[in-house]
């Protein structure tokens, strides 16, 4: 199998300046997703791309093993650009470039850094044994259940569960549901021969996480994960 690991880092962040590159535990944000990155690829075999408009960020990468010539076109490097089609574009770029068509696409998100080589083979491991499967995306159980505690204003104007299709007295009698963590995305190569402009299909498949996971958004998650990783907190092993 051919894989190519993309790592998508925009230099533009509103909740956390400098997100990509900001210090964690005593090196760069990115420098995790890259650890892993090149821990998966030395077993696994293949090639990893990323994706910035930021020559900051690119001489942090520079720094830990990662060149390239590749700079994130403007268009897919503002607050609306969509995550597919700036991996379609990085994609795209280094099939040309290593003359080769990838069989999987792995996305390592940098903002979501907790996770291990084991969750990216045992994710690996479910989409490859299904055929029909376009994509993989990693989850945790939702912390609150549509069925049960979520709502959303009808069209009626009034309120009431997300979901209604059946009554259920308690959270664990619902069907379960899960939260979308945003820390890796398996695609096959089939995916990007479809129009799709986001990694919902009628044919994906999830990774339940079987520990903590959760993407950093607010400076307050930064301090977090800081003490976690410190005081030896985390319930798995990271990079």
């Known amino acids: 199998m051919d894989f190519l690991i993309t790592i998508c880092a925009r230099g533009g962040s509103k909740g956390i300046p400098g997100k990509n590159i900001k210090d964690l535990n005593g090196k760069p944000l990115i420098a995790y997703t890259i650890s892993l990155a090149e821990e998966f690829i030395a077993k696994m075999g293949g090639d990893i791309a990323i994706s910035t408009d930021c020559t900051e960020i690119k001489k942090i990468a520079e720094k830990y093993g990662i060149y390239t ?39 390592l998100d940098v903002s979501s850094p907790l996770r291990n080589y084991q969750d990216l083979i045992n994710a690996y ?38 979901k209604t299709n059946g009554v259920f007295l308690s959270r664990q009698s619902a069907p379960s549901t899960f939260d979308l963590n945003g820390s890796f995305y398996f695609y096959k190569k089939a995916f990007f021969e479809f129009p799709n402009t986001t990694v919902m299909t009628d044919r994906s498949l999830v990774y339940v996480m079987p520990h903590i996971c959760f993407d950093l958004d607010e400076p307050l998650d930064f301090e977090f994960l800081d003490f976690l990783i410190n005081r030896n907190k985390l319930d798995f092993i990271m990079v």
């Open 125 to 162: 491991n479910i989409i490859n044994n299904d055929q029909r499967a376009l994509n993989l995306f990693s989850v945790n159980d939702a912390e609150r259940s549509p069925y049960f505690c979520v709502v959303e204003k009808k069209e009626n104007g009034y309120y009431n569960l997300v």
């Open 69 to 107: 010539d590749y700079l994130r076109p403007a268009h897919l490097a503002d607050d609306s650009s969509g995550k597919v089609d700036v991996i379609r574009h990085l994609l795209e770029y280094h099939q040309k470039l290593n003359a080769k068509q990838y069989d999987y696409i792995l996305d």
